[in-house]
């Protein structure tokens, strides 16, 4: 197994990026998927073709080879080192013909022997990481589409890539950013829709009002530029590009600033029906959250956080479904999508599948958008429920929170996010990791707090109920919050969990259940499920679990180290079947940690990699233990108690998204040894440390507000010392 040099050094290797157009053909018939395999992937079931392995998006193979009777004696196969910045990897490998295809940060892609793990080539899309701002949640990316000898990947600074799939060699890259003065990245896997290939962006929760969300489609051979469709309106007086924001512009209040550019990009979850050559995908949040800035009107703010169905030869809108009108809650409705058959009514109905992230399950008919079904499938306290005639969420006085701050149920994390549902085909139940977490939503300008804005809530806050929350000490940043004896008083559960829940979506209940977190929101992954009667899924603490897909008994749990995000997947080569996932932890919960401080995730260095299993495998190797890293004695503090005070709102405001003081993925700023205090302001203001992932603020802040947060931090580090030294009896 070829394994990088040093993570850094590779990174700094990285050269000034070119806008290639090229076409050449490629190489060989690597990568040989086209229409015709796609819709037999049943008859290949040793192939996992896209990120669902179908075209249908279902993350269930029909695999047996490992089923519940033998899954007992699954270890460990191969690995192979990603090489990447220790960051989140949230991508599922496909298979093709014997080979692994993925991505990993920043949008580097990996060709590997799936029998050995061994290297075949690795493509660096020289991400423009120098001028990049950071999306809202980590560097990572969700995976590629491999078509007709052709890997095609979007790199985070928003660039669609084709690739070779034999050679690894570029063949073309076409920029799909339409404004990079905004704060726009790309972190979703792109989408092969008929003729195009088709990607979204993110961006909707940054800067003070958010990016213009739209998709776009690029043909698959040349890469020219085919359509758009944006999701929300320009700004009032602009030009409509096209006729469907006529009716996106009837749903916004009129009078507003245009420094409010709405929201509503495509970040994930693309779902492509080839019969109806329509092409699917959901919206993110109306950006900002606190939609009285925009206007005093209730409008629904079209097309955020919503479902969208476009022809793909001509980006033309075939039918939409709102899921969270007027979204104040970062409702994003960008979770993936399940095609499928399902008895509806006495009649079979082509539908479209989405655990939504607002904790509503939606069964819609794929060719006209008909709501046919939505029912929680975990508790929420902002509706009672969705009026099938209208199809619009009946709302709550709990959930609105602009008069006072309110616990809303579910969170912003929602019920369930990008980690991909299951639906297996052989059950006929969809396997969901659920986030079942509330947060206290307060508006910040109003309720009497020092802290004003927040970078990626904008004036609002979201702060999860943790065991960490007192009331008390939050209120002089925040103003004053219920006490967590009131928050817990609505509900006998605990309140932070994570589940693995068996769903009926066509009797719209729960079947089994099992409770996986171990008290923080946002470590467990994705799900797969098999035609051995299997469910596979990784843990924050390290481990892949797998249960009986019918009664959810555990069938298996295998330590990694690793925390894993990704979903699993399976393929066969030889006859011998094996089972993948992608670990390395990041994304939404950077600032997080690894993993809860009882794992055995957290014992390790935060190693990204692929592992594979196969029957009568071994033990999974460890990753290098991880070393606590003790405080230096820090710089003099010169700074007087205003700068220091004021340092401290500006890094609540700019820096608290990636940065903690504690355990996180992201330095801890207090431990930077002598060397980095001194560059501290080439850090923040130019990005001296960017091939790592620590963007430039010079757009944002003065060298004066840079010396104030130096000085917090300088503060918290002699606490921290301090600490050290005492309890060394020193």
């Not at 607002?358 to 029912?375: H, I, K, M």
């Not at 299993?613 to 190797?621: D, I, N, R, S």
């Not at 460890?622 to 709102?649: C, I, K, N, W, Y």
Request: some cysteine; hydrophobic content about 40%; charged content about 20%.
């Amino acid at each position: 197994m070829k394994k990088p040099s040093n993570t850094l050094t590779f990174m700094l290797c990285i050269g000034a990026f070119g806008w290639l157009t090229a076409t050449a053909a490629p190489a060989s018939s690597a990568g040989n998927v086209d229409a015709a395999r796609l819709r037999g992937a049943a008859a290949e079931p040793g192939n996992w073709f896209t990120g669902g392995r179908d075209k249908d998006g279902t993350y269930y193979s029909p695999l047996k080879k490992i089923n519940a009777a033998n899954v007992s004696s699954l270890g460990f196969a191969w690995q192979y080192d990603l090489g990447n910045p220790r960051r989140g990897q949230e991508a599922t490998p496909l298979v093709v013909d014997g080979v692994m295809y993925t991505s990993g940060t920043w949008g580097y892609v990996y060709a590997v022997d799936a029998v050995t793990g061994h290297e075949l080539w690795r493509y660096d899309p020289k991400a423009a990481y120098q001028a990049a701002r950071n999306p809202c949640c980590d560097m990572v990316n969700r995976g590629v589409a491999v078509w007709q000898g052709r890997v095609y990947v979007a790199s985070v600074d928003g660039r669609l890539h084709a690739i070779d799939a034999k050679s690894g060699r570029r063949l073309w890259v076409k920029d799909t950013i339409v404004d990079h003065k905004q704060f726009y990245s790309s972190t979703g896997a792109p989408i092969v829709a008929g003729k195009v290939v088709v990607i979204g962006n993110s961006g909707s929760d940054m800067g003070k009002g958010g990016v213009r969300g739209y998709v776009s489609a690029y043909d698959l051979r040349t890469g020219a530029f085919r359509w758009r469709f944006y999701t929300v309106p320009p700004a009032p007086g602009k030009r409509l590009e096209h006729p469907e924001l006529v009716l996106a512009d009837n749903t916004w209040d009129a009078g507003r600033a245009p420094d409010f550019r709405g929201g509503g990009t495509a970040w994930d979850g693309f779902a492509y029906d080839p019969d109806l050559d329509i092409v699917y995908f959901g919206t993110a949040n109306a950006a900002p959250y606190d939609l009285r800035q925009v206007g005093p009107a209730r409008f629904d703010a079209l097309f955020t956080a919503s479902i969208v169905a476009l022809h793909a030869g001509s980006g033309r809108l075939a039918w939409h479904y709102q899921t969270t009108p007027h979204d104040q809650w970062d409702y994003d409705a960008v979770q993936k999508m399940v095609l499928a058959e399902l008895p509806i009514g006495g009649r079979p109905r082509q539908v479209l599948m989405q655990a939504s992230k607002n904790g509503f399950y939606y069964v819609l008919d794929r060719r006209t958008g008909e709501l046919l079904s939505a029912q929680n499938y975990t508790y929420v306290n902002w509706a009672t429920g969705v009026d099938l005639k209208t199809g619009r969420p009946i709302t709550t006085s709990a959930g609105d929170w602009s008069m006072a701050p309110k616990n809303v149920y579910p969170s912003w994390a929602g019920g369930h996010t990008w980690m991909p549902m299951s639906y297996s085909l052989g059950t006929g139940l969809v396997y969901i990791p659920v986030i079942d977490v509330p947060n206290v939503w307060v508006d910040m300008v109003h309720n009497g707090g020092t802290v004003k804005y927040l970078d990626g809530f904008f004036t609002v806050n979201a702060i999860m109920p943790d065991d960490t929350y007192v009331a008390a000490d939050l209120k002089r940043l925040y103003g004053p919050l219920p006490e967590l004896s009131t928050i817990q008083a609505e509900r006998k559960e605990k309140l932070v969990r994570e589940l693995i829940r068996a769903w009926d979506p066509i009797a719209q209940k729960v079947v089994w259940e099992h409770e996986t977190s171990s008290g923080m929101r946002g470590y467990d992954g994705g799900v797969m499920s098999t035609a051995g009667n299997l469910v596979f899924q990784g843990r924050g603490s390290g481990e892949l679990w797998v249960y009986a897909a019918d009664t959810g008994a555990v069938l298996k749990v295998i330590t990694t180290g690793s925390h894993i995000m990704a979903a699993p997947m399976t393929y066969t080569v030889n006859d011998e079947q094996y089972v993948a996932v992608q670990v390395g932890y990041g994304g939404a919960a950077i600032t997080v940690g690894p993993a809860p401080a009882s794992s055995a995730a957290s014992r390790y260095e935060n190693v990204n990699r692929i592992i594979a299993f196969k029957l009568g495998g071994g033990t999974v190797p460890a990753p290098p233990a991880l070393q606590p890293q003790p405080f230096e004695r820090p710089p003099v503090q010169t700074a007087d108690a205003a700068h220091v005070s004021h340092g401290e709102m500006l890094f609540i405001q700019e820096c608290s998204r990636c940065h903690v003081f504690g355990v996180s993925i992201t330095p801890d700023l207090r431990k930077l040894n002598a060397g980095f205090q001194a560059m501290f302001k080439e850090i923040v203001l130019h990005g001296a440390v960017a091939p790592t992932g620590m963007e430039r603020f010079d757009d944002i802040l003065s060298e004066q507000d840079v010396d104030d947060i130096h000085a917090y931090v300088i503060d918290e580090t002699w606490k921290g010392y301090r600490e050290q030294e005492a309890a060394a009896g020193r």
